[in-house]
């Protein structure tokens, strides 16, 4: 049995993060105000790209490759209390211009301590 669970973003959400990410990590982004967030579809994932406005009124735009918003949103996500399993697949997807951390949990679920494990006989007779 599978499970999955999504988390959506909006674009603050997204820009917080990866803001808050690259600080934590000391990577440099252009100073000025985040005026939106975007994500595309890339041959390497989804690609998030946030548009900059500097104090001169020049326009950046900094790409932020999957992996690394992903991590983000997950840093976001703990910050903020918000449970996630271990041992999940995590992936990102878009739904409706918002981003998505989907979050697969496989296998079965994982036995309290002090319970009796079944064995593969036990197992097959309960199913």
Known sequence: MKELRCILFNEREVAAAVIERRRRMREPLPTGTVD???FKHGPE?????LHITDDEGIK???????????????G???????????DAD???????DHLALMIRVSGAAKKKSGQPQQGPQQARASA
Do not use: W, Y
Request: overall charge positive; glycine content about 4%; proline content about 7%.
């Open 36 to 38: 939106r967030m975007t």
């Open 45 to 49: 994932g989804i690609v998030s790209v």
């Open 60 to 74: 950046h735009e900094v790409k932020v490759a999957d992996p690394e918003v992903a991590s983000a949103l997950v």
């Open 76 to 86: 976001f996500c703990l910050g903020r209390r918000v449970p996630l399993p271990v």
């Open 90 to 96: 995590k992936f990102l997807q878009v739904i409706n």
